[in-house]
């Protein structure tokens, strides 16, 4: 019973969902080499995965660092906003009735706030963190208490869609 937990050489498809318990540390590096560094609890799913855009929705949880390369990349969060970035390293951090986007390299990223009565779009910069604080729109799972206890575990390479992405955390989390 319960989530399948990863194994070497497993594959995730498009629109997998990591789902990390309290205080797990987990790095996702998509095949550019472009590292995801994450921390519990947290509820990610890979949305979209293509060789020139990527989607990433996280429900709850730490995007530490993301380190994206030339792959066009928007990170999705409840509250009616994201964040799309290239060539840049992005911080977002998704808790109950907030949201902070952070630009820690590049300058080519881009908050996108489409609740009504917002600012629309707002070019992030380094130092000047972007905070959304409002409840999530929709229903979206925000208690940790929903959160599976961790497991221990070893590095991973797994397929998602065409890319081969390596998770290296200190402890991991089921993928379903």
């Known amino acids: ?7 070497a ?45 990527r989607r990433v929705d996280v429900s709850v949880g730490q995007v530490n660092r993301f380190e994206v390369k030339d792959v066009t990349t928007g ?16 911080g977002v951090n998704v808790q109950r009735d907030e949201v902070t986007y952070n630009l820690f390299e590049g300058n080519d990223a881009k908050v996108v706030d489409l609740a009504e009565g917002s ?23 925000m208690d940790s208490g929903m959160m599976e206890p961790a497991g221990a575990g070893n590095s991973r390479t797994i397929r ?5 992405v390596r998770l290296t955390p200190r402890d991991r989390k089921s993928v379903v």
């Open 75 to 90: 990170i999705h969060t409840p509250y009616e906003t994201f964040v799309a970035v290239q060539n840049g390293t992005v």
């Open 119 to 141: 600012r629309g779009l707002t070019v992030l910069t380094q130092d000047t963190p972007y905070v959304v604080t409002r409840a999530p729109a929709g229903d979206t799972p």
């Open 160 to 164: 998602v869609g065409q890319r081969t």
């Open 1 to 7: 019973e319960g989530a399948p937990v990863l194994a």
């Open 9 to 53: 050489g497993d594959t995730l498809d498009e629109g997998a969902l990591v789902v990390l318990g309290d205080g797990v540390e987990a790095t996702v590096t998509f095949a550019d080499g472009g590292p995801m560094d994450l921390i519990g609890p947290a509820r990610v799913t890979l949305a979209e995965m293509t060789p020139y855009m």
